[in-house]
């Protein structure tokens, strides 16, 4: 339909032009759609596929640790898995939250119920990570692998005096006095930072406590490194922290000296498992956390965590 005095020519070219760029957004939402659809099936691929035969599974903690229940499911499973001799932890991870690094200490300590677990420290098995790897029956780290940072923190930035340059006030309406504090336009008042403080001891209480038991050493002991420092991994294993300097060959030694498996065996992924996508989930993460929207495993981080970074 054309309008009085309007050229019929332009008109239809309009037309055509409106109805292509319809139809290439249409392509564009379903080429988003198809990519959301893989990747969720990748999310949910098999644990590992087997080859036949007695083998060893390796569980692969690196980046930031949290929460993850596929996570969960594989080690359960590991456990109930016949052909699984031995489990090797790899590990190179500076630490992540406090709830998933607990998670995942009590998921390998069910773990280690039925299979033998030895961990392996790459670079770094800090924080979190090394609450994960005292989870294990025996550690080895390289010589000069990064462990340790026994602690928990909670941080604050306060950005106020930003916020007043550029003209921002905020303001809030809340049940009770520490609803949603601190906030970011001001200090952490006194009686924040006590309720705070209170959150961060408790989990360091149970830090420290689970490192005492699983290095069988008295708690005066790992008070005495638990400020939060970090040390080689031939640092650690003089302060008790670690049991051996190595590898994967010394993890297969331990493994068929105490256990008696074959160092032979092959090593199979288990976690996190194979997928033909994860250059296309990497790409997706990798931009949300250079925008700033996530980390690089895509998740945000928000809250208490056990974490050492340089």
Do not use: C
């Not at 930035?157 to 006095?177: M, N, P």
């Not at 504090?181 to 961060?200: K, Q």
């Not at 008070?223 to 922290?241: F, H, K, N």
């Amino acid at each position: 339909m054309t309008h009085p005095g309007e050229d019929p020519v332009n008109a239809i070219s309009t037309t055509r032009t409106l109805r292509r760029s319809r139809g290439r957004w249409r392509i564009i939402a379903f080429v988003i759609l198809a990519l959301a659809i893989v990747l969720a099936f990748a999310r949910f691929s098999p644990v590992f596929t087997s080859t036949g035969g007695d083998r060893i599974a390796r569980v692969e903690i690196s980046g930031t640790i949290t929460t993850d229940r596929q996570r969960s499911r594989t080690l359960a499973r590991l456990a109930e898995d016949a052909s699984v001799r031995g489990v090797l932890l790899a590990i190179n991870s500076p630490g992540g939250t406090t709830a998933g690094g607990e998670e995942l200490y009590e998921d390998i300590r069910r773990l280690s119920l039925e299979k033998p677990v030895v961990a392996v420290i790459a670079e770094t098995g800090a924080s979190a990570a090394y609450m994960t790897a005292i989870a294990a029956d025996h550690i080895v780290s390289r010589r000069l692998s990064i462990v340790g940072s026994i602690g928990v923190l909670y941080r604050h930035v306060d950005a106020g005096r930003l916020l007043d340059t550029i003209g921002i006030d905020l303001d809030k309406i809340a049940s009770g006095e520490l609803k949603a504090e601190p906030e970011f336009d001001g200090p952490i008042a006194p009686e924040v930072r006590a309720s705070l403080a209170a959150l961060v001891e408790d989990s360091y209480a149970w830090f420290v406590d689970i490192v005492a038991e699983r290095r069988a050493l008295e708690r005066a002991e790992i008070l005495g490194v638990a400020d939060g420092r970090v040390m080689t991994g031939s640092m650690g294993v003089e302060a008790g922290l670690i049991d051996a300097v190595g590898g994967e060959a010394e993890a297969r030694a331990w493994l068929e000296e105490t256990h008696e498996i074959d160092p032979e065996l092959e090593i199979v992924t288990a976690y996190p498992p194979a997928s033909r996508t994860g250059w296309l989930r990497e790409a997706l993460t990798g931009a949300a956390a250079a925008v700033g929207l996530a980390d690089e495993k895509g998740l945000a981080l928000d809250g208490l965590v056990s974490l050492w970074h340089p």
